[in-house]
């Protein structure tokens, strides 16, 4: 089922209209107070069955309600029980107000493929909440973000057998931009050899993500880190060398062209070199 909001047209007139009854009947209203007016589209296998509900709320409490399964005006406070009387009596309000229905369809429509089948896939992370030696109890988290619909299914497995005990869930929460996040939990005590699994399944996967997390020795991290601070420092040195060989081979040129320019002012030929003295003996 889908439900959406209505903003504006036939639905907030309707309602804006009994809304201002309300004014009218207030006494000592105090300064600051609030108003409100709901108007909900319930739609069921897309336009098959349309629900629609309007809602009039005064400071949080709602007191006047029309459901179009109802068809009329419903008080849903004693006071207005005679007013809400008075508006079933006149076939143009209620008609009117029955014929929101129409609009849900109609935005149905215009919402279809920007909302209601909009699909985003999940990005998956899996870590510990802090590195601890094996053998001792650890929290491992499975992020699961920006992701949309809501509607998702987190699962987490301990060397294929799916763990039902120790998880915990932070709930489905909204990021302000259409797309939603989770974060589920695995308390866990990793030994040597563990595989902890974090399963998403979700209406835009094709299939289910799984993604791993294996539970190492500290001698076992340690190498792995050593091996990739060795590959780092490797990479610097190679790039180093290729700096140092690319500077050479530069001076090496703008050498070579500064002696082909000397050529051109001194004349290394031995008889232009004795022209001063062939001068001074003359």
């Not at 563990?194 to 094709?206: E, I, K």
């Amino acid at each position: 089922m889908v439900c959406m909001e209505l903003l504006g047209g036939p639905s907030m007139t309707v309602l804006l209209m009994m809304l201002n009854t309300l004014t009218a009947w207030g006494r000592d209203i105090p300064e600051n107070y609030l108003h409100q007016v709901r108007s909900e589209c319930h739609m069921t296998n897309g336009t098959q069955r349309v629900h629609f509900v309007g809602r009039l709320i005064y400071d949080r409490e709602e007191f006047v309600r029309f459901d179009s399964d109802v068809g009329l005006f419903e008080a849903r406070m004693e006071l207005w029980k005679s007013q809400v009387q008075k508006w079933n009596s006149q076939k143009e309000i209620v008609e009117r107000a029955q014929s929101i229905v129409n609009v849900c369809r109609h935005n149905y429509k215009l919402y279809n493929k920007t909302i209601v089948h909009r699909k985003v896939q999940p990005r998956v992370k899996v870590f510990p909440v802090k590195t601890q030696p094996l053998g001792h109890h650890n929290l491992l988290l499975c992020s699961v973000t920006s992701f949309y619909p809501g509607e998702i299914k987190v699962s987490w497995f301990k060397n294929a057998k799916e763990e039902k005990s120790g998880v915990l869930s932070t709930g489905l929460i909204r990021n302000g931009d259409w797309t939603f996040q989770t974060l589920v939990m695995l308390e866990m005590t990793p030994q040597r050899g563990d595989v902890f699994t974090c399963c998403v399944d979700h209406v835009s996967l094709q299939s289910p993500v799984f993604v791993d997390w294996r539970a190492q020795s500290e001698s076992a991290q340690t190498k792995m880190l050593t091996g990739v601070g060795g590959l780092v420092f490797g990479l610097i040195l190679l790039g180093a060398g290729l700096v140092i060989r690319h500077r050479s081979s530069k001076d090496s040129y703008s050498g070579t062209k500064e002696d082909s320019c000397l050529k051109g002012v001194i004349n290394t030929d031995p008889q232009q070199q004795d022209f001063p003295r062939a001068v001074s003996q003359s």
